[in-house]
């Protein structure tokens, strides 16, 4: 990118249109895919994305920039897509969002979707879609850190700055969701798998 | 330390946010201990697992939605409304529009009824534009101060005409009264009387701040110039500091012959807002009262006559308490007559100054200009509409249209 991000949201602040759609396009998908893991649902995926841009722009005169502005977005976002997650639980309209078929299935059409995955090991994409669908019978907060941490690669730092927590609540939080994901995941997937050593996707 | 303790670094260690002497610590352990070595492997497959999952694809619409679906940055309240306005279709949109246009024919209607009644001095209810009359000098608040000295006492200080007579012989105070009028009571004959026509003037000004004590002088002393003189007078300050208001009133009697001349000359003195002028023909009371005067006379001299031929005490004693009951009626005629004489003579002239933009009169009613303005605006949005028929038959078409397109372009 030849203009640094600072000059970029100097000139979206002042209402320079094309400076913030170059942000759009450099955050809109590592925004998305955190709504999506989050909620499980493209369409509201989508909606919470919106959302998040919408109000970033209009919020834009007022960042101050002493936090990154990864950082600020993706605050944004957890905050919109749990706000989302409960609205949605409110509502109780779970008879509605039930079929949890169609959405796992939506899920393994994406991994196939994805052109990387196809060189990927059949045990990584197997255990990568185990470990989704384990993933999402945990509860929001611990969802959101092992989302930041694994799936989006954030820093402990960059967590706690994300979701306003303390460095020693990052660290142990992440401990905890991560032994209850490990024992909702059935064990002899750990066993014996021979997992690739996987570069970390780019988001 | 014990393998739980391990344990819980563990997590750390595979994101590697372990302090250096804790991960040296740690992996001293884990060359010993296999439960802590099973754990850290599971851990490891756990996040390479979460690692290897695919970024989802956004779908493709995603980024149009989103610059799409950004808004000019606005404030609060507004930009609220805009994003609902935003998600209207023309079901809201019709009824709308409809009620808007109303709201603007209604607006423009009453408005041009404002205008065009402004233009005519008449507020909107088209009545004339009111202005002080001459007791709202005394609001709420105000300090009234008569200054009554400068005219013979009447008691009556608004009163007009036959109501203003002087009591007794407190005519003589006008100078040339007598002189005036030319008729002697008693003395005038049938023929004589021309049209006896009563006078009256009401003059309002209006006068720049500050300036109502002097002009009220000069109103005075412009009076007593053209032979007249001043009844009574009135002086009315507001105690409001911000705007100070004060008010000056007079009635004042001047020559009939002279008024014309008085009130063009106090017309110049500042911005005339009203001018009131009545003449009252009294010639027939006047031709009546004289005739039953006369009539009066000359019973007294018949029974003047008689008392010089009474026979005996007790009809002088008759006669002479029938003259007193009939001289007491003449001398009340007399009295009408030159009550009439002086009215006729002198006219009464009110005068109001007050400074410009004084509070005009509040309505009986609060709400009687706005209803009386709505009444109005729709009586003239009645003629407007009948006007303009044809152009909103039009409108209704090309409307119309628009919202079937509209309707087609927007599925579902």
Known sequence: ?203 | MSCQAFEEMLSAYVDGELFPKDKQTLEEHLSTCGSCQRALFELRSLKIALQSVPAAEPPAELHARIMSGLKPRKQGVFDRLSDRLSRWTYRQWVPAVAAAMVFVIFLSAGSGVWYANKKQGLDLTGRPIANVPPDSGTKEGAIRSDTTKTAPTTGTPGGLGLAAAPQGKGGEAAPGVKDLTGIAPGAISFLDIDRKIIRRAQLALEVGHGSVQRISQEAINLVKANFGYVESSSLAQSDQPSKEITSFYMVARVPQENLDKTIEAMAALGKQTRQDTSAQDITDQYVDLDARLRNKENQEQRLLQIMGQAKSVGELLQVEGELTRVRGDIESMRAQVMRYDKSVAMSALSLTISEEGAIKPPSPWPWHDVWNAFVNAWRTLLIFVAKVTPALILAGIVFTVLALTLRKKRPA
């Open chain 1, 1 to 203: 990118m030849a203009v640094s991000e600072e000059v970029l949201i100097q000139r979206a602040s002042k209402g320079d249109a094309g400076a913030f759609e170059t942000l759009v396009t450099t955050y809109e998908k590592g925004v998305y895919n955190l709504a999506f893991r989050l909620v499980s649902d493209r369409e509201d995926a989508m909606d919470i994305a919106q959302e998040v841009f919408l109000k970033a722009y209009q919020a834009l005169p007022r960042f101050r920039g002493d936090s990154r502005f990864s950082t600020w977005i993706y605050r944004v976002c957890v905050n919109a897509s749990l706000d989302h997650l409960r609205r949605k639980q409110r509502s109780a309209s779970y008879s509605l969002d039930e079929p949890v078929s169609f959405k796992e299935s939506s899920v393994t059409r994406e991994i196939e979707d994805d052109g990387e995955s196809v060189e990927d090991s059949v045990e990584t994409k197997f255990l990568g879609q185990a470990v989704l669908s384990a993933l999402k019978d945990l509860d929001a907060a611990h969802r959101v850190i092992i989302l930041l941490s694994d799936v989006r690669g954030c820093s402990y730092q960059e967590i706690a700055d994300i979701l306003e927590l303390s460095m020693g609540t990052v660290k142990s939080r992440l401990h905890r969701a991560r032994n209850m994901l490990r024992r909702l995941l059935p064990a002899e997937q750990f066993g014996a798998s021979s997992v690739k050593s996987d570069e970390r996707r780019d988001l």
